[in-house]
């Protein structure tokens, strides 16, 4: 007579390799050893959502290598083929039965869709493929990789960080390559290398007076002078700008061509600034001038939020800055055409061999005196 056996799948437990107590807690990457206990005659073992076995065969014991970076439900499946002896349901080629266990990993990798936190520490690499959103601050000690819109309050990357959206983050440091896939807006960042595939907003020009002023952050003074329309009136200045040793100037007003009057001389130059280091802008008009030229000076921070803190004479010069020169005299030596005049009569009397008569000298004299000198005065 046949004796039918029962099929029995139990004890699906989880243990660290060669260990003795049951875990359901490993580390991250931590070899996980399953084993269970059944009459089976084959088994195959799933791990959560994927689906091709991890392992298959005909043992009651598997370690998962490499361990799981993140929780995991492990589903066992046992079989057993067809024969009266072996089958509880005679009729059937193969029976089956499942087991299921749960394991939770310490310190997982996360990929969530998106994230809200207060603050984000993480201690190895992150990867975020939906949008990410930091009310506070996150720290990362790997990589860091966003795939949507990144709104962070303060970020500190300690290896490259590539945010594939739209970007706004508050204070910034990263200590490999920073890549923003869309438009970027950066509150104080430091980057090994910053790179912006679709557009940043970084810099907002603004007016300054001329002095001597401290900014928050480093950027760029430029400085221009020109007369306009004012072409047949006197005009002459220069504009300066220092800082870090560093001293740019130019020459801006009207210009003499001789033979054809003035013209407008405009000139500017740029100068780099850096962040906490004293610089000046200086103005000197010439004296006599008709009319003085147009000055402006214009600061280029690299950052939307920058100050700029103005200093006192006393300060600029305990910082080491030159005091601001207000007015340059141009001594310009009056023409006298005296003498070419005479040169001129004394030739025209050669050509004509012999002396002027004393009323042609003077009518000549008198007319070229008249031609030259009001060009002169000019």
Known sequence: MSIIQE???????????KGTQPLTEFGNGQPIELSWDSNGTYFELYAGHEDKPIYGGTERTFVVPGGRPAATTFT???????????????????VYLYAALTITIRDPDLTPHSVTAG???VSQSSTLKGDATLTGGARVEGDLSVGGAANVGSLQVNGPATLNGTVALGS??????LT??????????????????????????????????????????????YTGFEANRRSLGWITGTSGGITLQATGGNTYYYG???????????????????????????????VNPWVSFWWIPFGLNATLEVLSAEEAAAAGMAPIPTARTAEVEAFDPTGAIDELAELLAEMAGGELAPGVRERFTTALRAMVEPAAQG
């Open 7 to 17: 099929f029995y799948l139990r004890s699906f437990v989880a243990r660290a390799p």
């Open 76 to 94: 066992l499946a046992a079989s057993v083929a067809g024969g009266v002896e072996t089958n509880p349901r005679p009729g059937f080629e193969t």
């Open 119 to 121: 603050t984000l520490t």
């Open 172 to 177: 910034t440091t990263v200590n490999g390559v």
């Open 180 to 225: 923003a896939g869309g438009s970027a807006s950066l509150g104080a960042a430091t980057a090994a290398s910053l790179s912006v595939l679709n557009s940043v907003s970084m810099m907002s020009p603004r007016a300054v007076n001329p002095g001597t002023q401290v900014a928050s952050t480093d950027g760029l003074l430029a400085g221009s002078i």
């Open 260 to 290: 054809e009057g003035m013209c407008n001389n405009a000139n500017s130059f740029l100068l780099p600034v850096k962040k906490g280091q004293p610089w000046t802008a200086a103005v000197q008009y010439a004296d006599g001038n008709d």
